[in-house]
C-alpha cells in the first residue's frame, strides 16, 4: 500500500489529480474491463456457440448484432464515466486559451472520424467480433482508414479520451488516455492473432485439397 501511495504522490507532481474520487477508479476499470469482456465472451462464442445456438436458435447474425448493442451500450457507459470522472478532478489548462478547446475540438474529431469511418468500411458485424459467429469478411478491407493506420477504431477512441481531457481541460483526462493506450494495446495481442487464426482457418477448408477430399470439411463449408 506505501508502494501505491507513493506513486500517486509522485504522478500528482507531474498531473494534479485527486485519487480519492472513486469515480476515477471506476471510469479506469470500467476501460479495463470493455476490451477484456467482449474477447471473453467472442472467443467461448467461436469454440462453444453458446449465444448463437442456446440463446438465437442458431442465428449467427441475430447473435452477433446482440452483442454489438452490448458492446455500444457498454461504450457509451464507459464514456459517461469518463466524462463524470473528470468532472470531479482538479481543474486547470493544459495549453493557452483558445488553442486548449481547439486542440481538444480537433482531437475529439479526428478520432471520431477514424471510429466512424472504419465502423462504414466494416459494417456492423465487421466491427463487432463477427468473425468469431463465422461471418467472415471476403477480403480484408483497404479503404479509408485501414490504409493509413492497422487498428484505426482503437486509434480514434484513444484520440476521443485524449481530446476530451483537453476539452475538459482536466489534466488527469491525458493519464487516463494512456491507460487507455495500453489496455487497447494488451487486448490487440490477443485479438490480433485469434482473427488471423480465424481466417487463416478458413483459407486452409477452402483450399482445393481440404474440399475435394474431405466430406466433413465440405459439410463446414
Not at 500500500?1 to 485527486?18: A, E, G, N, T, W
Not at 447474425?61 to 446482440?66: P, Q, V
Request: hydrophobic residues 45%; charged residues 15%.
Amino acid at each position: 500500500m506505501d508502494f501505491v501511495r507513493l506513486s500517486l504522490q509522485y504522478l500528482q507532481c507531474f498531473i494534479p489529480f485527486d485519487p480519492s474520487k472513486p469515480s476515477l477508479w471506476i471510469s479506469m476499470t470500467s476501460i479495463a474491463l470493455s476490451p477484456a469482456v467482449w474477447n471473453i465472451v467472442a472467443r467461448n462464442e467461436y469454440r462453444n456457440h453458446t449465444l448463437t445456438r442456446k440463446v438465437f436458435g442458431g442465428n449467427a447474425g441475430a447473435a452477433c448484432y446482440f452483442l454489438a448493442a452490448v458492446i455500444f451500450s457498454f461504450g457509451m457507459l464507459r464514456d459517461v464515466l469518463y466524462r463524470h470522472a473528470l468532472l470531479q478532478q482538479p481543474h486547470e489548462l493544459l495549453l493557452p486559451q483558445p488553442w486548449n478547446t481547439l486542440v481538444g475540438g480537433a482531437l475529439i474529431i479526428g478520432g471520431q472520424a477514424l471510429v466512424m469511418s472504419s465502423t462504414w468500411q466494416l459494417g456492423i458485424t465487421g466491427t463487432y467480433m463477427g468473425d468469431y459467429f463465422g461471418i467472415l469478411k471476403d477480403s480484408r478491407v483497404e479503404g479509408f482508414p485501414f490504409n493509413i493506420l492497422r487498428d484505426p477504431m482503437y486509434v480514434g477512441s484513444t484520440i476521443c479520451f485524449t481530446g476530451g481531457a483537453f476539452w475538459g481541460e482536466r489534466p488527469i483526462g491525458l493519464l487516463v488516455s494512456l491507460w487507455v493506450y495500453l489496455v487497447y494495446a494488451i487486448a490487440l495481442q490477443f485479438e490480433g492473432p485469434f482473427t488471423d487464426m480465424i481466417y487463416s482457418t478458413r483459407a486452409k477448408l477452402q483450399a482445393p485439397e481440404y474440399y475435394a477430399d474431405d466430406a466433413e470439411v465440405k459439410k463446414r463449408l
